[in-house]
């Protein structure tokens, strides 16, 4: 992990098995709901259920400071914890929490290489004891909006203000319009294509088998040589902000892209919106 630009917000799970019991660290497992962390989990670790806890599903959006706070407080989080953060799916949802907390200024957050997925391949022994946790009373700075990209920061590309790299890193059948979403996903949109300008990278390209990411070669071949700048300003893109955040990590913290952005509304907003470009074509994804 050390030729990766920032190889701090990576720890292995051997790191994990050493250190996830030391006093200023807080183990967490997120996932779409809580069922794996039900049958088992890091010892230690706290479950966070994206559905419920990382989104506000009244305004569609994510968290506000207050909800944040509330859930670092419940989580036994203070702003000096270092959070390890792990989950299914390769990290997705480990990889939407970290920018979530990196979008409230949180100092110390990592992702284990590989997440549960790696975990359970070495054999590494899992618990169903909820750990009992000391709340705390969690203070955050107000947001860093550097981290995330609206609808309008796309349209800036589209009309020549904004010389971004959009990446969508959906599956190529969603890219092409194929389908509009992965079968049985439950969150949509009324048309099936992608945003114009758009490369595709499917997330999943960045990943080893193990869940591991990439080396930091593999990972600028992958995405340097579809276009994308060597440090250049770029927008991620999915359906629903998660695989996206896995991108959006490679791209910030692996590969140095320090105004990579998450565009979290992604093709569920885009492929709703009235008055926004799509195109269905060929794909054109990293191979």
């Not at 088992?40 to 670790?45: D, E, I, K, P």
């Not at 550097?146 to 971004?164: H, Q």
């Not at 893109?237 to 979290?264: M, P, Q």
Request: glycine letters at 8%; hydrophobic letters at 35%; charged letters at 25%.
């Amino acid at each position: 992990m050390g030729d990766y630009v920032h190889p701090e917000v990576l720890v292995s799970t051997n790191w994990v098995a050493e250190h996830g019991r030391d006093a200023n660290v807080r183990l967490v497992e997120v996932d779409v709901d809580t069922s794996a962390y039900d049958q088992g989990h890091v010892s230690g670790a706290v479950g966070w259920n994206w559905q419920t806890q990382l989104q506000d599903g009244v305004r569609r959006d994510i968290l506000d400071k207050a909800q944040f706070e509330a859930l670092m407080g419940r989580s036994g989080i203070t702003p000096e914890t270092t959070v390890i953060l792990y989950g299914d799916n390769n990290n997705w949802f480990a990889a939407y929490a970290f920018w979530m907390m990196k979008y409230f200024r949180h100092s110390d957050v990592r992702l284990m290489n590989g997440g549960r997925k790696l975990w359970l391949k070495e054999g590494r022994p899992l618990s169903q004891e909820v750990p009992s946790v000391r709340a705390t009373s969690y203070k955050s700075p107000e947001p860093d909006a550097s981290v995330r990209a609206f609808r309008e920061n796309v349209f800036s590309v589209l009309d020549g203000r904004s010389s971004s790299s959009l990446v969508d890193v959906r599956s190529v059948d969603e890219y092409t319009g194929k389908v509009i979403a992965p079968p049985g996903m439950s969150e949509t949109a009324q048309r099936a294509g992608h945003i114009p300008k758009a490369i595709n990278v499917p997330w999943s390209m960045a990943a080893n088998e193990d869940g591991t990411f990439k080396s930091v070669e593999e990972l600028k071949k992958l995405y340097h040589d579809k276009g994308v700048a060597p440090g250049g300003d770029v927008i991620a893109y999915c359906r629903i902000g998660e695989r996206s955040s896995h991108t959006w990590f490679v791209l910030k913290y692996l590969l140095g892209h320090e105004t990579a952005r998450n565009y979290d509304g992604s093709w569920t907003e885009w492929g709703n919106l009235i008055g926004a470009p799509i195109e269905k074509s060929v794909a054109t994804s990293a191979s």
